[in-house]
């Protein structure tokens, strides 16, 4: 079967740096996206990765390992508005979007 | 990226009525729509997808005659939920998918629904 896992919940310190990982498991692969999702508002684009290795933007970072099934957001200089959930999806053969549970992120001052 | 809006926002209704949700596309031609839904603390989940002029392809465990969804023109999908019970209460999201072939989709803000 098809399956994202991702951590429920990180907590982090504002200005500090976590990361967030994502194993993969789909019916071939088509690349892996990164959303951000604010409490009850709807997903938003972060991040794109369909080459192995490091995508950077900004303080946002997004890494890519096809062989190993595992990709990772990386947030840095952390600020409160960071505070949401961040969705992992991985595309299919079909292009149809698989999706994680989301990964909480609390911020502390 | 498109943009993507929705009506309404938010809904109240009386457990029996029917509650109709609009996603349109405001600056791109879609043909296929994505309808979800997410329950608190959960992950989206895929009800259907809506084709312009055609029949919607519904996700295993998704009742089409619950869930009317109508694709009438390029730019706005319906979602119809019949008979609202307490249970279908949730966030419903739309989204459509970029011009560019990565899968990547573009989201709507969100209608939640309040069944009483």
């Known amino acids: 079967g098809q399956n994202i896992d991702q951590p429920t919940e990180m907590t982090a310190t504002e200005g500090a740096i976590v990361q967030i990982n994502c194993t993969y498991q789909?019916?071939?692969?088509?690349?892996l996206f990164w959303y951000q999702q604010h409490a009850g508002e709807a997903p938003t684009f972060l991040s794109y990765n369909v080459l192995d290795g490091l995508e950077e933007k900004g303080r946002f970072s997004s890494f890519l390992s096809r062989s190993k099934g595992y990709s990772y957001l990386l947030l840095k200089e952390l600020q409160m508005k960071d505070s949401a959930s961040y969705l992992c999806?991985?595309?299919?053969?079909?292009?149809?979007?698989?999706w994680g549970a989301g990964t909480k992120l609390i911020i502390k001052p | 990226g498109a943009v993507v809006s929705q009506h309404p926002s938010r809904v109240i209704c009386k457990s029996g009525t029917s509650v109709k949700i609009e996603c349109r596309s405001l600056?791109?031609?879609?043909?296929?729509m994505f309808w979800y839904r997410q329950f608190p603390k959960q992950s989206l989940m895929l009800m259907a997808t809506?084709?312009?002029?055609?029949?919607?392809?519904?996700e295993q465990g998704v009742e089409k005659d619950k869930f009317l969804i109508n694709h009438a023109s390029l730019t706005l999908s319906t979602l119809t939920v019949t008979s609202a019970h307490p249970e279908d209460s949730s966030f419903y999201i739309c989204s459509v998918p970029g011009e560019n072939d990565r899968g990547e989709q573009f989201f709507g803000p969100g209608t939640r629904l309040t069944v009483l």
């Open positions: 789909t019916s071939g692969f088509n690349g």
């Open positions: 809506s084709n312009e002029g055609s029949k919607a392809t519904y």
């Open positions: 600056d791109f031609q879609a043909t296929t």
């Open positions: 999806a991985a595309t299919d053969s079909n292009y149809q979007l698989i």
